[in-house]
């Protein structure tokens, strides 16, 4: 079977500038909670895209912590890659694509730290093993072999157990979307595409060819 050959026709529910939210939050929480209830694998599972100063992109992806009014929040390694680049270039773009439902979302905005309260907040709520293996591991910076990333984990849990603390070079991150694009699959690639843009503090709805 050869990839070009791949394809699939798209059943999906229709997407109507009559029907969805004013705003975008409430238009996306309606979406995560129908994905929640299709029971997908990961919902809250989206690509993260970054720059460098110079425009260089690089994607990964990371796990939706949280929403609210103010945007949209993901933990990570502020030394890493990511945040390398967020700290010369605070925008990003988030997507998240739910196949089964045939939808994605683009989400693209400005991004800043979230308070040391809150990602201790939810530092302190990770496992015990998960906590260790954020202090122990220098993501995105070359390690030897397998071998010394294990044993620099079993330091940090010898030597910090239950105490362990999170590391001022962990924590969050929130996007305040400047636009947010709500994508349904459609019959003959005919998908339907709103886009929420925010024009002097209010959201704008458009539509946008597929
Ligand atoms: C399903 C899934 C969820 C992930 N969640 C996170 C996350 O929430 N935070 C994180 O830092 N990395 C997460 N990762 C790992 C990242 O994709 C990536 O490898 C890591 O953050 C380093 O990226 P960077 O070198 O570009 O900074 C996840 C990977 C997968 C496959």
């Known amino acids: ?6 394809r699939r026709e798209y059943m999906g529910e229709s997407l109507d500038e009559a029907d969805v939210a004013a ?3 409430v238009q996306f929480q309606r ?4 994905a929640l209830r299709a029971e997908l694998p990961m919902p809250n599972a989206m690509t993260l895209a970054t ?7 690089s994607a990964r992806i990371v796990l939706l912590k949280g929403i609210d009014h103010d945007g949209f929040v993901f933990y990570t390694n502020y030394l890493s890659r990511k945040g390398r680049e967020l700290a010369n270039n ?12 045939e939808r994605e979302v683009r989400i693209e905005g400005g991004v800043e730290r979230v308070s040391a309260d809150e990602s201790d907040e939810y530092f302190a709520s990770r496992p015990l093993g998960s906590r ?12 030897a072999n397998r071998a010394a990333l ?14 362990a603390q999170r590391p001022a070079h962990w924590g969050g991150y929130r996007l305040r979307p400047a636009a947010v694009e709500f994508w349904q699959g459609r019959p ?12 002097a503090g209010h959201w704008t709805l458009g539509r946008l060819a597929p």
Request: hydrophobic share 45%; proline share 7%; no cysteine.
């Open 188 to 199: 003959n690639r005919l998908h339907d595409r709103l886009l929420y843009t925010l024009q």
């Open 23 to 25: 705003d975008p939050f």
């Open 132 to 143: 260790h293996a954020a202090i122990a591991s220098p993501q995105s910076e070359p390690v």
């Open 31 to 34: 979406w995560f909670d129908e």
């Open 90 to 101: 605070p925008r990003a773009a988030l997507l998240f694509h739910w196949t089964e439902l």
């Open 150 to 163: 294990e044993r620099k984990f079993a330091e940090v849990a010898a030597g910090q157990g239950d105490a």
């Open 51 to 57: 720059a460098t100063a110079e425009g260089a992109p």
């Open 1 to 6: 079977m050869s990839i070009a050959s791949l």
